[in-house]
């Protein structure tokens, strides 16, 4: 709302605040608003410069603002409805915290004079966003919005990235504020350490067996290949954690192997190393606790030592590194990759890995929730054309369908691909529709093999015996039988089923050279 004061005109505090975002180069806002949010939703009617994209669902808006920084590398905006509303978005606000996604959330609230009375939707918003941002505040008045908003942008692109909560009563938004807020400068990422470079050196000439476990900026296409020097010239081993925010991969490119998410496969990879050098990664550690299982990963006596943490210049000490120890090009040891061939015949984890990875586009964004179908794929794939890797390092799932929304809106002459497990879909489908609505190029892979397949797997993992019916019947997904399908079409977004690699070649060929998004249902 505008009004006129001295013949002069003045702005509320929630146009203040898109005016901020705006010019603090935060120019995107996934949105799900409410009745305490209309006049940040008529400010971001009446200010050019912002995008605004609706989802469906809270932990779609979340999940997307996620996928915007991991390919954009800056911060955009949510605006959710209240605490239910940030509630619903929690999940994949998690998933964003464990990879350093910087994220500003507008979260509206009553009135200030309204929240004594206990409407039906006041709750607890602060303690609700807490566990999941490390800056939260609740603007006190209307003049302070603009400010609080800035701060938050600060936080949202500093080093290392946060979340950032902005919580912004009604009345803030519609009385009478001050003007833009300059955005504070954003701290540099810091470099690194000298020292700790020097001491990886240190190890690494010292002849033991070393790992190289790497994640963050350090994946990244110069990255990597500086630590394809490194290895050519010592010998080291170079991995990297589960899932990272994202990696660069394909072909010309150096290609690592992750640490294995079943135990006894981990340590069996991790066994005989002496030292593990930590860059932008964490000490391996088991996804979950086992009866009579370890939960450290690395072998008894191996010695850990931290070269770079989330926020570090992990390139620059790379290039350090690299210089200390004398390595150049010239000692890149070359790579065997796995041969690429059309397949044809049944479906299963190998024909599939095979089929997508021919399918890769040059540049293309690769979103990977395709937990158990996918285990096998990340070999293959590094033989595909070059192209980035986006994982979940936070473990809730109906992340990767929101995740290459977000990514689609950052990079939008990028093909993406999101593999993605029946179940895991179910949660955040309606990301399609956000696909549909703006022409995004996303093409959802749905791998339905009925059943919550890591949990059948994590049943006998745990060492809970023989599942019964009862049992079984909450890890199957398959009474009735979910026709992926038919909900893309009913969300907007073209599709096909198919139960043979040969229908699944051609489908994948279909759906990359077409415009818009596409869904591949595979029939397990």
């Known amino acids: 709302m505008r009004t006129i004061a001295n013949g002069g005109e003045t702005m509320n505090g929630a146009e203040s605040l898109v005016r901020t975002l705006v010019a603090g180069g935060v120019d995107v806002c996934f949105t799900n608003p409410g009745t305490s949010e209309m006049h940040f939703v008529a400010a971001l009617d009446r200010v050019e410069g912002m995008r605004c994209v609706l989802g469906l669902f809270e932990g779609v ?82 003049k302070s919005v603009a400010r609080d908003g800035a701060a938050a942008i600060a936080a949202a692109s500093g080093a290392p990235p946060q979340i950032a909560t902005l919580i912004l009563p ?96 981990a340590q069996a990879a991790l066994k005989g190393f002496r030292h593990i050098v930590l860059v932008e990664a964490n000490d391996p550690v088991a996804f979950f606790a086992y009866p009579n299982k370890p939960s450290l990963l690395k072998p008894e006596g191996c010695e850990v030592h931290r070269m770079t943490s989330s926020g570090e210049n992990s390139v620059a000490a790379l290039e350090a590194l690299a210089s200390a120890l004398g390595a150049k090009p010239a000692d890149v040891k070359p790579q065997t990759q796995v041969e690429l061939v059309k397949p044809t015949g049944a479906l299963n984890h190998a024909s599939i890995a095979q089929a997508i990875a021919m399918a890769i586009p040059d540049n293309a964004i690769v979103v990977d929730e395709s937990v158990t179908t996918g285990r096998a794929f990340f070999p293959v794939m590094a033989a595909g054309a070059p192209h980035d890797w986006i994982q979940n390092l936070g473990g809730s ?22 593999m993605v497990g029946d179940g895991s879909a179910m949660y955040t489908l309606q990301s399609l529709w956000t696909q549909a609505r703006e022409g995004l190029n996303v093409v959802t892979i749905v791998f339905a093999n009925r059943i919550y397949q890591i949990l059948r797997g994590e049943f006998d993992g745990v060492g809970a015996g023989e599942p019964g019916q009862r049992a079984l019947d909450m890890l199957k997904i398959d009474r009735p039988t979910i026709d992926f399908v038919a909900l893309g079409k009913g969300m907007g977004v073209p599709g096909r089923a198919v139960d043979n690699v040969d229908d699944f070649v051609k489908a994948l060929a279909e759906a990359v050279a077409e415009p818009g998004p596409r869904l591949i249902e595979v029939q397990m």
């Not at 995740?403 to 993406?416: E, H, L, S």
């Open 170 to 265: 009604a009345d803030t938004a519609w009385n009478e504020a001050d003007g833009v807020a300059e955005v504070p400068l954003e701290s540099q990422r810091q470099s690194y350490s000298p020292q700790a470079v020097e001491k990886a050196a240190k190890v690494l000439r010292g002849g033991e067996q070393t790992l190289l476990l790497m994640t963050g900026s350090a994946v990244t296409e110069k990255g990597l290949a500086l630590a394809a020097q490194i290895a050519g010239k010592t010998g080291c081993r170079v991995m990297g954690p589960l899932a990272s925010p994202r990696m660069a991969r394909g072909r010309g490119r150096f290609s690592i192997d992750r640490v294995p998410y079943v135990i006894e496969a």
């Open 61 to 142: 808006v979340t999940g997307a603002a996620d996928g915007y920084f991991r390919m954009k590398g800056t911060p955009a905006s949510t605006l959710l409805h209240l605490g239910p509303g940030l509630a619903n978005g929690l999940a994949n606000l998690h998933n964003a915290k464990k990879a350093n996604s910087g994220i500003v959330n507008i979260v509206g609230q009553h009135a200030t004079y309204h929240i004594e009375y206990n409407a039906p939707l006041t709750s607890d918003i602060e303690g609700l966003a807490r566990p999941m941002s490390s800056w939260v505040r609740t603007s006190p008045d209307a």
């Open 397 to 418: 799932i109906g992340y990767s369908t929101p995740v290459a929304t977000g990514a689609a809106i950052a990079c939008p002459d990028r093909k993406v691909i999101c």
